[in-house]
């Protein structure tokens, strides 16, 4: 019974690993609309500010596009000269190009080709939704790297994906 009683006690005791919990502070966790996950562009710049280039989906609509290679090339009404990028805000009225979020086309992807304004202009004011990386784009919070994009209805219905 004495070394029944010896051998019991010196089992090892097995230890799980750590597991990541789904609260750790380092998960974004963006707000909620509907079925689907957004930012505005506001929420985008400060989420950009907080935590760097990090993926996300940012809603907004379609305002214009720029024209060469800086902010001040910002174009707001047709005819437009660009198809390499787009910019959004969270009003559908604005002009004002500090409260835009530039979002780059990337040549021979089709949302380049399907929401260009040069080609699109029936397009200005639409809502959309662009999936892809926060990154610096024209020295602003903006999105270079896209993996999927929507045109939104007012009620926020998916229209189109890729």
Request: with cysteine; hydrophobic share 35%.
């Amino acid at each position: 019974m004495i070394i029944c009683i010896f051998f019991c006690a010196c089992d090892k005791e097995v230890l799980e690993p750590d597991k990541p919990s789904k609260n750790d502070s380092t998960e974004i966790v963006p707000p909620k609309h509907g079925d689907s996950t957004f930012v505005s562009v506001g929420m985008a710049q400060t989420l950009f500010e907080e935590q760097g280039e990090v993926e996300t989906t940012v809603r907004g609509y379609i305002v214009g596009c720029i024209s060469g290679t800086s902010l001040s090339g910002a174009l707001f009404e047709p005819p437009f000269s660009s198809q390499s990028n787009l910019l959004i805000a969270d009003d559908s009225d604005n002009v004002i190009v500090t409260k835009c979020f530039p979002v780059s086309l990337a040549a021979g992807t089709d949302y380049r080709k399907n929401l260009n304004l040069k080609d699109h202009p029936n397009l200005l004011h639409r809502k959309v939704a662009f999936q892809g990386y926060l990154q610096k784009y024209f020295r602003v919070v903006g999105m270079k790297k896209v993996f999927a994009y929507d045109i939104l209805s007012d009620s926020n219905s998916h229209k189109n994906c890729q």
